[in-house]
């Protein structure tokens, strides 16, 4: 407190001192970070909600994307031009905001989410008898896959996701989540999201189908392994923004799976409760989640915004 009330002094007696100066001039450089910040930020604080969202997107978009791919009867190539386009739509929303809005950004996880559903459905599988379900006999008009299987498919989604992250490298722009505030850098952000939502498809597929694990023990294999990840925060050797990307690629074949459990017939390990009513119930869930972000934020907005005003 003594040494508080000796430096207001110093500014008040010597107002063109030089410590006056530098303190002046460190409280408008303090200033001028936070209305960056502030102005700048485009993406979510990392928390448990976070996760939760990421969690009920990606699984939607599995159950909505075999809605309309299977279901409804699209098919897997005109079900992934028309949610391509909608994902384009999308990012371009979030682009153009100058701040973080809820409903802009888990937009955006969605369209990924389900375009990456149809986008791994058209690399890995084909037409046959083996990936239609019930008496479907067709999938909609054009090519219905390229049959390139699960591993093959996974291979060039990671290779893909790989070149994304030397090229994000090369930049010198940050991967931590929470200090991406260029255009640039979200654009990077974004393509790395849709990547790694296909992959994730793929990979949930993959053990849905292929393992032997069935849904319920595929998930419950991802669970495991998120679990482990979330225990590494604590070994300083590693890096959290390491765990977070690794973390943000497993959720997606959680959803994956969960979304199969969800929607497969009970004879092949499944609820059977379809996919228009499981992907009913996860948007409802999914919009009261981000209505209720959207209100922290436009809470925890003002009194920043009044901070900022104070001091400019």
Same mark, same amino acid.
């Given at each position: 407190?003594?040494a508080a009330h000796s430096g207001r002094a110093r500014r ?30 485009? *993406?979510?604080? /990392? ?30 190539? @005109? ?9 384009v739509v999308t990012l371009v929303v979030q682009l153009r ?18 375009a990456g559903t149809t986008m791994s459905d058209f690399m890995?599988?084909? %037409? ?19 049959? @390139? ?7 060039? *989604?990671?290779?893909? *996701? ?29 393509? %790395?999201?849709? /990547? ?24 419950? *294999?991802?669970?495991?392994? @998120? ?19 690794? %973390? ?34 996860? @948007?409802?869930?999914? /919009? ?25």
């Amino acid at each position: 407190m003594q040494a508080a009330h000796s430096g207001r002094a110093r500014r008040a007696d010597e107002p063109t001192g030089s410590d006056g100066k530098l303190e002046k001039s460190e409280l408008l450089a303090d200033v001028n970070v936070a209305t960056s910040k502030n102005v700048m930020k485009k *993406l979510p604080e /990392v928390t448990l909600a976070f996760w939760i969202m990421k969690i009920a997107a990606t699984t939607l978009g599995e159950t909505a994307g075999d809605l309309f791919a299977q279901t409804l009867g699209l098919g897997y190539f @005109l079900t992934t031009v028309a949610l391509s386009l909608i994902f384009v739509v999308t990012l371009v929303v979030q682009l153009r905001s100058t701040y973080y809005n809820p409903f802009f950004y888990w937009t955006v996880i969605l369209s990924t989410s389900m375009a990456g559903t149809t986008m791994s459905d058209f690399m890995n599988r084909d %037409a046959s008898a083996t990936y239609l379900s019930g008496d479907t006999e067709s999938l909609g008009w054009g090519p219905q896959g390229l049959g @390139l299987g699960y591993p093959t498919g996974a291979a060039i *989604l990671i290779s893909l *996701l790989i070149a994304i992250f030397v090229l994000w490298k090369f930049t010198g722009l940050t991967f931590s989540i929470r200090h991406i505030v260029t255009f640039r850098g979200e654009v990077l952000f974004w393509s %790395a999201i849709l /990547v790694s939502n296909t992959l994730g498809t793929s990979m949930g597929d993959f053990l849905s189908d292929s393992s032997g694990l069935g849904y319920a023990g595929g998930a419950l *294999l991802v669970t495991g392994l @998120l679990a482990g990840l979330l225990a590494l925060m604590w070994v300083p050797v590693v890096p959290n923004v390491l765990l977070f990307w690794i %973390a943000f690629v497993l959720t997606r074949p959680l959803g994956a799976t969960v979304g199969d459990f969800l929607t497969k017939p009970v004879a092949k390990g499944g609820l059977d409760l379809g996919t228009a009513g499981s992907s009913a119930a996860l @948007l409802a869930l999914l /919009v009261g989640l981000v209505s209720y972000a959207h209100v922290q934020e436009r809470r925890s907005a003002g009194p920043r915004n009044e901070v900022v005003a104070e001091n400019s």
